[in-house]
């Protein structure tokens, strides 16, 4: 029996091809992309319900979203794969563990970007097609080339991370607006703690492979979790801009204060005591945080 499961668990091409899209990240993606179409949805119906042409619309607007951001984690993991083979987090990853071929990554992450672009562009609508092709351009040729030349890449990097919800509004509404950019804003904040928690944890990888990650530049970890604070302080008012916009009512208010507040108490408790073990509580709180917050921002606005 133990000899099956180890036959049956054995990675396959498959599952290299699989690892390539980066999937943990991508179920984000499309949790993100979601609140946007259903915010989307109610702007441009008045109601926000639901038929079978709204349901393949949203089913194309996930699809096409999942294949775009796949084929820029696996385009990523192309232009990053002598970089990947330096940090022991990613060393065994396909390209740098020569699972893959270089060529068939490309190929393979080109495929998969050009025909979530299609399938937006045609199926869905051009705005979102386009917010999907800029989220790819951005991601790949603007921010991946200045991890190695600043720590301010972080913030380029944030800009394409926060388009998700937007996608998902454009491809409901078919235009974006003050609710559409309050998702934005409250994603692109979420980002810098979230992604500065990994930056400490890895620093030490991120500077064998030459990335120029905040605590990397600056290892005493003052300015990260200095920075790490600054965010989750200024996401405390941002995430109440749903609830000021009438998107939400006083339950998402009061969930959001609370939340936004463990949020910072995590950011704080790393400012005093730079350690390991704190910084992967922030991580840890903010992987919580975000599914917590949608899922507050849906439940409210049914109940109102």
């Known amino acids: 029996m133990a000899a099956d499961t180890a036959i049956a668990l054995k990675p396959t091409p498959m599952m290299d091809f699989v690892a390539l899209t980066k999937p943990r990240i991508t179920w984000l993606i499309l949790m993100s992309t979601g ?5 989307g949805l109610e702007d441009r119906t008045g109601t926000g319900a639901w038929n079978w042409a709204e349901l393949l619309i949203f089913v194309y607007t996930v699809i096409g979203t999942a294949l775009i951001a796949s084929g820029t984690a696996a385009l990523n993991q192309w232009f990053e794969r002598e970089a990947d083979g330096k940090m022991r987090r990613t060393e065994g990853r396909p390209l740098p563990a020569k699972k893959l071929t270089p060529r068939a990554a490309l190929l393979f992450g080109i495929g998969l970007a050009a025909i979530g672009f299609a399938g937006l562009a045609l199926f869905v609508n051009l705005l979102s097609g386009l917010l999907g092709l800029f989220t790819l351009s951005a991601y790949l040729f603007v921010y991946t080339p200045l991890k190695q030349r600043t720590s301010l890449s972080t913030v380029v990097g944030a800009l394409p991370g926060a388009v998700p919800p937007l996608i998902g509004f454009a ?17 692109f904040l979420w980002q810098f703690p979230h992604f500065l928690a990994i930056a400490w944890m890895y620093r030490e990888d991120y500077a064998r492979a030459g990335i120029l990650m905040l605590p990397v530049v600056e290892p005493d970890g003052e300015s990260t979790s200095r920075q790490i604070v600054a965010y989750a302080s200024t996401l405390i008012p941002i995430s109440l801009l749903p609830t000021l916009l009438g998107m939400t009512g006083r339950v998402y208010l009061v969930g959001a204060l609370l939340l936004g507040g463990w949020f910072l108490s995590a950011g704080v408790r790393v400012a005093f005591n730079r350690t390991l073990v704190n910084a992967r509580k922030v991580l840890l709180v903010s992987v919580i945080y975000l599914p917590l917050m949608y899922g507050l921002m849906i439940l409210d606005h049914a109940r109102l």
Not at 35 to 39: A, D, M, S, T
């Open 171 to 187: 491809a409901a509404s078919g235009h974006l607006n003050l609710q559409a950019w309050s998702l934005f804003a409250i994603l």
């Open 35 to 39: 609140i946007g179409f259903f915010f």
